[in-house]
């Protein structure tokens, strides 16, 4: 602990333990000095110093023959102020003594006293030690008594010396054995979603949600631990533990709790630093029971409290875990159940209250702090603000009462299917999950498109290397080819095949054969000739549009129209496109193949809709954005693509497949063309993050949506060591061709 406090230039507070207490009646000050006096030279540990000379730290224990207790006084309104800053004043433990105190006056008949002891030399007993001995000391001098405390057969000392001889470290290796076997392979730092990034060191800003389990509700857990010979912290440790699988995911869970190691009855009565942590691990099976669990943690607990002696500084040092100053070894997170004295009694008259502070320091991530006080358990939730929000441990809050009553109702179902949340809370989520977003009402895309194109001719809508066509163009354009394709026998019902290379023609294509009524058929020039021939066959199609390059790989028998630079035919302005409905085909792709022969999916106009207007409220495409057409049009994230662009009024850059396939080239393409949205599979945006390491360049990228495949999210951490989670925003999306290309959407953050 001295350690810790020096890296940190003696400025620590983490381990400071505040008492407030507020003193009702007439306070005579004289008396509740010469109390505290008492205490101290009771105590050698309060009156130790800690020396160094740089290389070697030695403790002092001085003879005191005076306390400083300083008075100020204060108002209500500056109370909570005065009593903060008292606690967070650093100790110098080389000159300062590890006990201070200071009183606040409020009134003549109200004070309040604010002792400060530093961990290194007490604990959580020796706090009530502390308390219980001054109310003693004092009552004792007010009626001009001797004091009739009992003599320390021992020192804080003594203790020391004694962990140091052979016999008790002989005990301390063969407790480490049994350490080792269980905390082999320990996960290095939890699981849990955090809120914010994990700083890389830790500031041990802390803040503190306050909860509790009613009187009924105790008993009945107090009942069920009972039953299965089990305490109450047993009962406390098997539901937070589960409670952290279910928000981590992780089914390896380990806390770490505080016993007070005071076996020996000599040390019951002396201050110091007696306590010791111990690390519960256990493992949650969701199909298991929460019966199963809790005797799993009885198991746990018990075989723990045999082996309870060994430090854990001792511990950490032998098991030499992955170390980091962004997080505490070995657990992050702790439970402890207070069954300490309260530091409550009276001062010769005086009412000695316990005040509470807020919390200001969290030394983990997470703590949860139960009291029972009469009318059930008190539940102090601390955190670490660095990582959490309060609504966030707000709702771990909710959902451990939850949890609980789920677990009691039914203790033998599998623990997987207990609620976390209460009958409000989930007919809340279900109704705000219902599809209470009523879509626009769904027109052909080929008529939203023309829409479009008439309120904004002249802005550009297609791009490919040098070419470049407007709103306008591209419709006149599409309706010329249109023409030649109706006169083909293109109509509604029928299936036209695109076997083009990836080119403006294609999007033209697919333009002209919706206006037709038609639907049209990806046929990709990299596909073996048997899988053309296969799906021409299969999808009935007599129609295709092909290139001179492509022409090749197309069936005799079809009509084969061609599409060679300057071959499209202008519009006359005659020509009125097929109205058609919504619900009509708009396209037909087929997958892959690999579990036997590829399946046409058909697609209607109204799910191309439906997919944009049901995801607009949280992309909010517009006329300023750039997309790529990156993908295959035989791959349905083209269709994302494709209509992302045209149909809120945007550019649509056709990436050529030789820039697609060379990742310099295509950043390259990202930023001079000004991409704001870019869609990709993982596996390419990995290579495109190398890219961004390389040859750095200022992007205009605002949105980058995945799919196809799994999500890696670690392999994000170069991206975001460069970018913000914000600008661009980054989005796990999934689905299958049959759901329409996307069904689900998951912002990723830095945190994640």
Not at 164 to 188: I, N, S, V
Not at 666 to 681: A, H, K, M, P, S
Not at 712 to 726: G, N, Y
């Amino acid at each position: 602990m001295w350690l810790i406090d020096h890296f940190n230039g003696g400025t620590s507070t983490q381990y400071h333990m505040p008492q407030v207490l507020e003193l009702g009646g007439a306070l005579d000050l004289k008396l509740l000095h010469a109390a505290l006096l008492t205490v101290v030279r009771r105590h050698e540990v309060l009156r130790t110093v800690y020396a160094s000379d740089g290389d070697t730290v030695w403790q002092e224990v001085h003879e005191v023959t005076a306390f400083e207790l300083p008075v100020d006084e204060i108002t209500p309104q500056t109370l909570e102020q005065a009593v903060e800053a008292e606690c967070a004043r650093p100790f110098a433990l080389g000159s300062d003594l590890p006990l201070r105190g200071r009183v606040l006056r409020l009134s003549d008949e109200r004070h309040v006293l604010v002792l400060v002891m530093h961990h290194i030399a007490s604990d959580g007993w020796s706090s009530a030690i502390l308390v219980r001995e001054c109310c003693e000391a004092y009552a004792a001098l007010a009626q001009g008594r001797t004091l009739a405390l009992p003599a320390l057969p021992v020192q804080y000392a003594d203790y020391a010396y004694w962990q140091q001889q052979e016999p008790q470290q002989a005990r301390h290796a063969q407790q480490l054995r049994y350490w080792e076997e269980k905390l082999a392979g320990l996960p290095t730092v939890h699981s849990l979603p955090l809120d914010y990034p994990r700083p890389t060191q830790q500031s041990f800003r802390g803040a503190l949600h306050r909860s509790r389990l009613d009187a009924e509700l105790s008993a009945r857990l107090v009942a069920a631990c009972r039953v299965q010979g089990a305490t109450l912290f047993m009962g406390l440790h098997a539901v937070f533990s589960a409670l952290l699988s279910r928000y981590s995911g992780a089914d390896d869970i380990a806390i770490g709790t505080p016993i007070a190691n005071r076996e020996q009855p000599e040390v019951a009565a002396l201050i110091g630093f007696f306590v010791n942590t111990l690390v519960l691990r256990v493992q949650i099976d969701g199909e298991g029971s929460f019966a199963d669990l809790l005797r799993q943690c009885r198991e746990t607990g018990l075989a723990a409290y045999a082996h309870q002696q060994l430090p854990f500084n001792e511990l950490v040092e032998a098991l030499n875990p992955a170390r980091s100053l962004s997080y505490a070894a070995l657990f992050q997170v702790m439970l402890s159940l207070q069954n300490n004295e309260q530091e409550s009694g009276s001062l010769a008259g005086l009412s000695v209250t316990p005040m509470e502070s807020a919390q200001r320091t969290a030394q983990f991530d997470l703590t949860l702090d139960v009291k029972d006080d009469g009318a059930g358990l008190a539940m102090s939730w601390i955190y670490c603000s660095d990582l959490f929000t309060p609504a966030t441990i707000g709702h771990l809050a909710d959902s451990f009462v939850c949890l609980l009553e789920a677990a009691l109702a039914a203790p033998d179902a599998p623990m997987a299917r207990l609620s976390l949340i209460d009958g409000v809370s989930r007919a809340a989520l279900l109704d705000a999950g219902r599809a209470t977003l009523v879509p626009a009402e769904a027109a052909c895309l080929h008529q939203a498109f023309a829409l479009r194109a008439a309120s904004q001719p002249a802005a550009v809508a297609l791009i490919d290397g040098e070419r470049q066509w407007s709103y306008g163009e591209l419709e006149r354009a599409a309706n010329g080819l249109a023409q030649r394709l109706q006169t083909a026998g293109a109509m509604p019902g029928t299936r036209v095949g695109l076997c083009l290379e990836r080119s403006a023609e294609v999007v033209v294509g697919i333009l002209a054969i919706l206006k037709c009524g038609a639907s049209y058929v990806p046929l990709d020039p990299i596909y073996p000739g048997e899988r053309i021939a296969f799906m021409l066959g299969d999808a009935a199609i007599s129609i295709v549009l092909a290139q001179a390059s492509t022409r090749h790989l197309v069936a005799k028998g079809c009509d084969v129209l061609l599409l060679d630079d300057g071959a499209m035919p202008e519009f006359d302005g005659d020509w009125t496109p097929v109205a058609g409905h919504a619900d009509d085909q708009a396209y037909v792709i087929y997958t892959s193949g690999s579990t036997g022969q590829p399946k046409g999916v058909m697609v209607s106009h109204a799910n191309v809709a439906r997919l944009f207007s049901s995801t607009a409220p949280w992309y909010r495409f517009n006329e300023q954005d750039c997309w790529c057409l990156f993908h295959s049009y035989a791959f349905d994230f083209s269709v994302w693509e494709i209509w992302g662009a045209l149909l809120h009024g945007g550019r649509l850059v056709v990436v050529p497949r030789a820039v697609a396939q060379s990742t310099p080239d295509f950043y390259q393409l990202v930023r001079d063309q000004r991409v704001t949205v870019l869609n990709q599979t993982p596996s390419a945006f990995y290579a495109f993050i190398e890219q961004d390491q390389l040859t750095p360049a200022p992007l205009a990228l605002r949105t980058v949506v995945f799919g196809g495949e799994a999500l890696a999210l670690d392999k994000l951490r170069p991206w975001f060591e460069r970018h913000s989670d914000t600008a661009p925003e980054l989005v796990n999306m999934y689905g299958i061709t049959e759901t329409t290309v996307h069904v689900s959407y998951r912002r990723i953050r830095q945190i994640d």
